[in-house]
């Protein structure tokens, strides 16, 4: 196999990061995996340390018709059987740099909403029915997403994200401690996501009033950076919310907070699937979330985790509340996290998962045209 991986990505999230899991494990595999990204970006630095071929290429959104003759001539020279997008410029810059040749576009959809969402004219139909071969899901959900929009099922394949369950094993919240000073009886509560509309903070925000009035000795942590930041900020403490709940921003030490951690709380409202549920699970943490995208595929409600409807604060207060009056049931939901993981979930799975993805779009069934819009 010969593949061309495209990440249009200046920062770094989640995506990312299985992308890099996905090249270390192609790595390891010995099949030939080549990487485009932005020059100077985490992706590029993260790749050429594991020894992938790098080829860095500015991209300004996309429809850049330089960057697509570039992959053009990469595609010519390298003569790459797949195009793997892993970003959705990256979708349509495979597209027009591989038009009128035989390689494969492939997609990673790693987002629960229609394709329609933002969609001028519903121009994205014409993208996603036309303009790519094949589609990875990382949930069920997302897959019956893209169907309900028009997507036909057989070009769309379900291969859920992987973690390394032991990323964080070793990881010392010593240092939390006193640097938020935090005390002996109090119960520790955090949320570990990008400051976005989607993940829903703003519902946790105007929950944590109510368990308060239970659990007043209750400390909220919101772990990560984002636009949102200031404004969820501004939205605590307009309702009283001061040393009670503390916005992080980005940290390298995720790891020590979820070894603090009581209990992880999730509150997407859209949500693909969601690693940083994975990470808690494989710590054998406690976990409410929602009930949304891709998180019912890894927490069932009342036997590793609470699940609880989403853009409800109150019923995410109870879920809280639930937990935590009751820690030691709470710990034995928590401990059947870390075999499902194991099970399911791990960096080997989806990497095998990617490779069977590979070898059935390159089969000669694999290999009769698009299929019609």
Same mark, same amino acid.
């Given at each position: =196999?010969?593949?061309?991986?495209?990440?249009? @990505?200046?920062?770094?999230?989640?995506?990312?990061?299985?992308?890099?899991?996905?090249?270390?494990?192609?790595?390891?595999? +010995?099949?030939? %995996?080549?990487?485009?990204?932005?020059?100077?970006?985490?992706?590029?630095?993260?790749?050429?340390?594991?020894?992938?071929?790098?080829?860095?290429?500015?991209?300004?959104?996309?429809?850049?018709?330089?960057?697509?003759?570039?992959?053009?001539?990469?595609?010519?020279?390298?003569?790459? @059987?797949?195009?793997?997008?892993?970003?959705? $410029?990256?979708?349509?810059?495979?597209?027009?740099? !591989?038009?009128?040749?035989?390689?494969?576009?492939?997609?990673?959809?790693?987002?629960?909403?229609?394709?329609?969402? $933002?969609?001028?004219?519903?121009?994205?139909?014409?993208?996603?029915?036309?303009?790519?071969?094949?589609?990875?899901?990382? %949930?069920? +959900?997302? +897959?019956?997403?893209?169907?309900?929009?028009?997507?036909?099922?057989?070009?769309?394949?379900?291969?859920?994200?992987?973690?390394?369950?032991?990323?964080?094993?070793?990881? %010392?919240?010593?240092?939390?401690? !006193?640097?938020?000073?935090?005390?002996?009886?109090?119960?520790?509560?955090?949320?570990?996501?990008?400051?976005?509309?989607?993940?829903?903070?703003?519902?946790?925000?105007?929950?944590?009033?109510?368990?308060?009035?239970?659990?007043?000795?209750?400390?909220?942590?919101?772990?990560?950076?984002?636009?949102?930041?200031?404004?969820?900020?501004?939205?605590?403490?307009?309702?009283?919310?001061?040393?009670?709940?503390?916005?992080?921003?980005?940290?390298?030490?995720?790891?020590?907070?979820?070894?603090?951690?009581?209990?992880?709380?999730? !509150?997407?409202?859209?949500?693909?699937?969601?690693?940083?549920?994975?990470?808690?699970?494989?710590?054998?943490?406690?976990?409410?979330?929602?009930?949304?995208?891709?998180?019912? @595929?890894?927490?069932?409600?009342? @036997?590793?985790?609470?699940?609880?409807?989403?853009?409800?604060?109150?019923?995410?207060?109870?879920?809280?509340?639930? =937990?935590?009056?009751?820690?030691?049931?709470?710990?034995?939901?928590?401990?059947?996290?870390?075999?499902?993981? +194991?099970?399911?979930? !791990?960096?080997?799975? =989806?990497?095998?998962?990617?490779?069977?993805?590979?070898?059935?779009?390159?089969?000669? $069934?694999?290999?009769?045209?698009?299929?019609?819009?």
């Amino acid at each position: =196999m010969n593949i061309l991986h495209i990440n249009t @990505e200046k920062t770094w999230r989640g995506g990312e990061q299985q992308t890099l899991y996905l090249l270390q494990g192609l790595r390891n595999r +010995k099949i030939t %995996s080549h990487l485009i990204c932005q020059p100077g970006s985490p992706m590029a630095r993260a790749a050429a340390t594991i020894g992938t071929v790098v080829f860095p290429l500015s991209m300004h959104g996309e429809i850049d018709f330089t960057a697509a003759y570039r992959i053009r001539k990469l595609i010519r020279r390298y003569q790459y @059987e797949i195009i793997h997008c892993h970003t959705s $410029h990256a979708h349509t810059l495979a597209f027009l740099a !591989s038009w009128g040749t035989n390689v494969r576009r492939l997609v990673t959809r790693r987002v629960d909403f229609s394709i329609f969402r $933002h969609s001028f004219l519903h121009l994205s139909g014409i993208k996603y029915r036309r303009m790519a071969d094949f589609y990875i899901a990382i %949930s069920r +959900k997302i +897959k019956e997403v893209l169907v309900s929009d028009g997507i036909a099922a057989e070009r769309i394949f379900v291969v859920y994200s992987g973690i390394d369950p032991d990323r964080f094993v070793g990881a %010392s919240s010593e240092h939390l401690i !006193s640097e938020f000073a935090i005390k002996d009886d109090e119960k520790i509560v955090i949320n570990v996501a990008h400051l976005a509309g989607h993940k829903g903070q703003k519902y946790l925000v105007r929950a944590i009033p109510a368990v308060l009035e239970r659990f007043p000795r209750t400390r909220f942590f919101v772990v990560g950076g984002g636009a949102l930041r200031e404004e969820l900020k501004a939205m605590a403490f307009s309702i009283g919310l001061t040393d009670e709940l503390v916005f992080t921003g980005f940290r390298e030490d995720v790891g020590a907070f979820y070894h603090l951690a009581d209990l992880f709380v999730m !509150s997407s409202v859209e949500e693909g699937l969601g690693t940083a549920v994975l990470d808690a699970l494989a710590l054998g943490k406690a976990v409410v979330a929602t009930d949304c995208g891709g998180i019912p @595929e890894m927490i069932t409600d009342g @036997e590793n985790g609470l699940l609880v409807p989403a853009k409800n604060p109150s019923a995410l207060a109870a879920g809280i509340i639930e =937990m935590l009056a009751d820690l030691d049931r709470a710990g034995r939901l928590a401990a059947r996290g870390p075999e499902l993981v +194991k099970a399911r979930f !791990s960096i080997e799975a =989806m990497v095998a998962g990617n490779v069977n993805v590979y070898g059935r779009i390159l089969s000669p $069934h694999g290999s009769q045209p698009m299929a019609k819009a």
